[in-house]
């Protein structure tokens, strides 16, 4: 049996479209179990949560990992850090040397 012209070119066609998605498909990246878990925590922090709770939620042993993990997430970190370093260190270290005064490096 032959089939009429503009109904093998539509198969021609649908088998081209099925191909071109399947290879789109197989060039995503695989995501793992791992990615995850990251994305929830990371999704966590964002919402407000604290890191005690991000910590209960994946399971780590100390908060001390879930900071070394997700800390960088956390709004606002690294301003106060540097709010924390305007503090210290002081503003005038020129004029201390020249008044004599040793400071630390």
């Known amino acids: 049996m032959t089939l009429p012209a503009a109904f093998r070119s539509q198969v021609s066609i649908s088998t081209h479209c099925q ?4 290879q789109s498909i197989s060039e995503l990246r695989r995501i793992g179990f791992h990615d995850l878990r990251h994305t929830f925590a990371s999704l966590l922090i964002q919402n407000g949560e604290s890191l005690a709770y991000v910590k209960e939620q994946m399971g780590h042993h100390s908060i ?3 900071v070394d993990i997700y800390g960088h997430l956390i709004p606002g970190s690294n301003k106060q850090a540097v709010d924390l370093k ?3 260190v002081p503003t ?3 004029t201390m040397k020249k008044a004599g005064v ?3 490096a």
């Open 64 to 66: 001390q990992v879930t």
């Open 92 to 94: 005038n270290l020129p």
């Open 19 to 22: 191909h071109q998605q399947r």
């Open 86 to 88: 305007s503090k210290v």
């Open 102 to 104: 040793s400071t630390p």
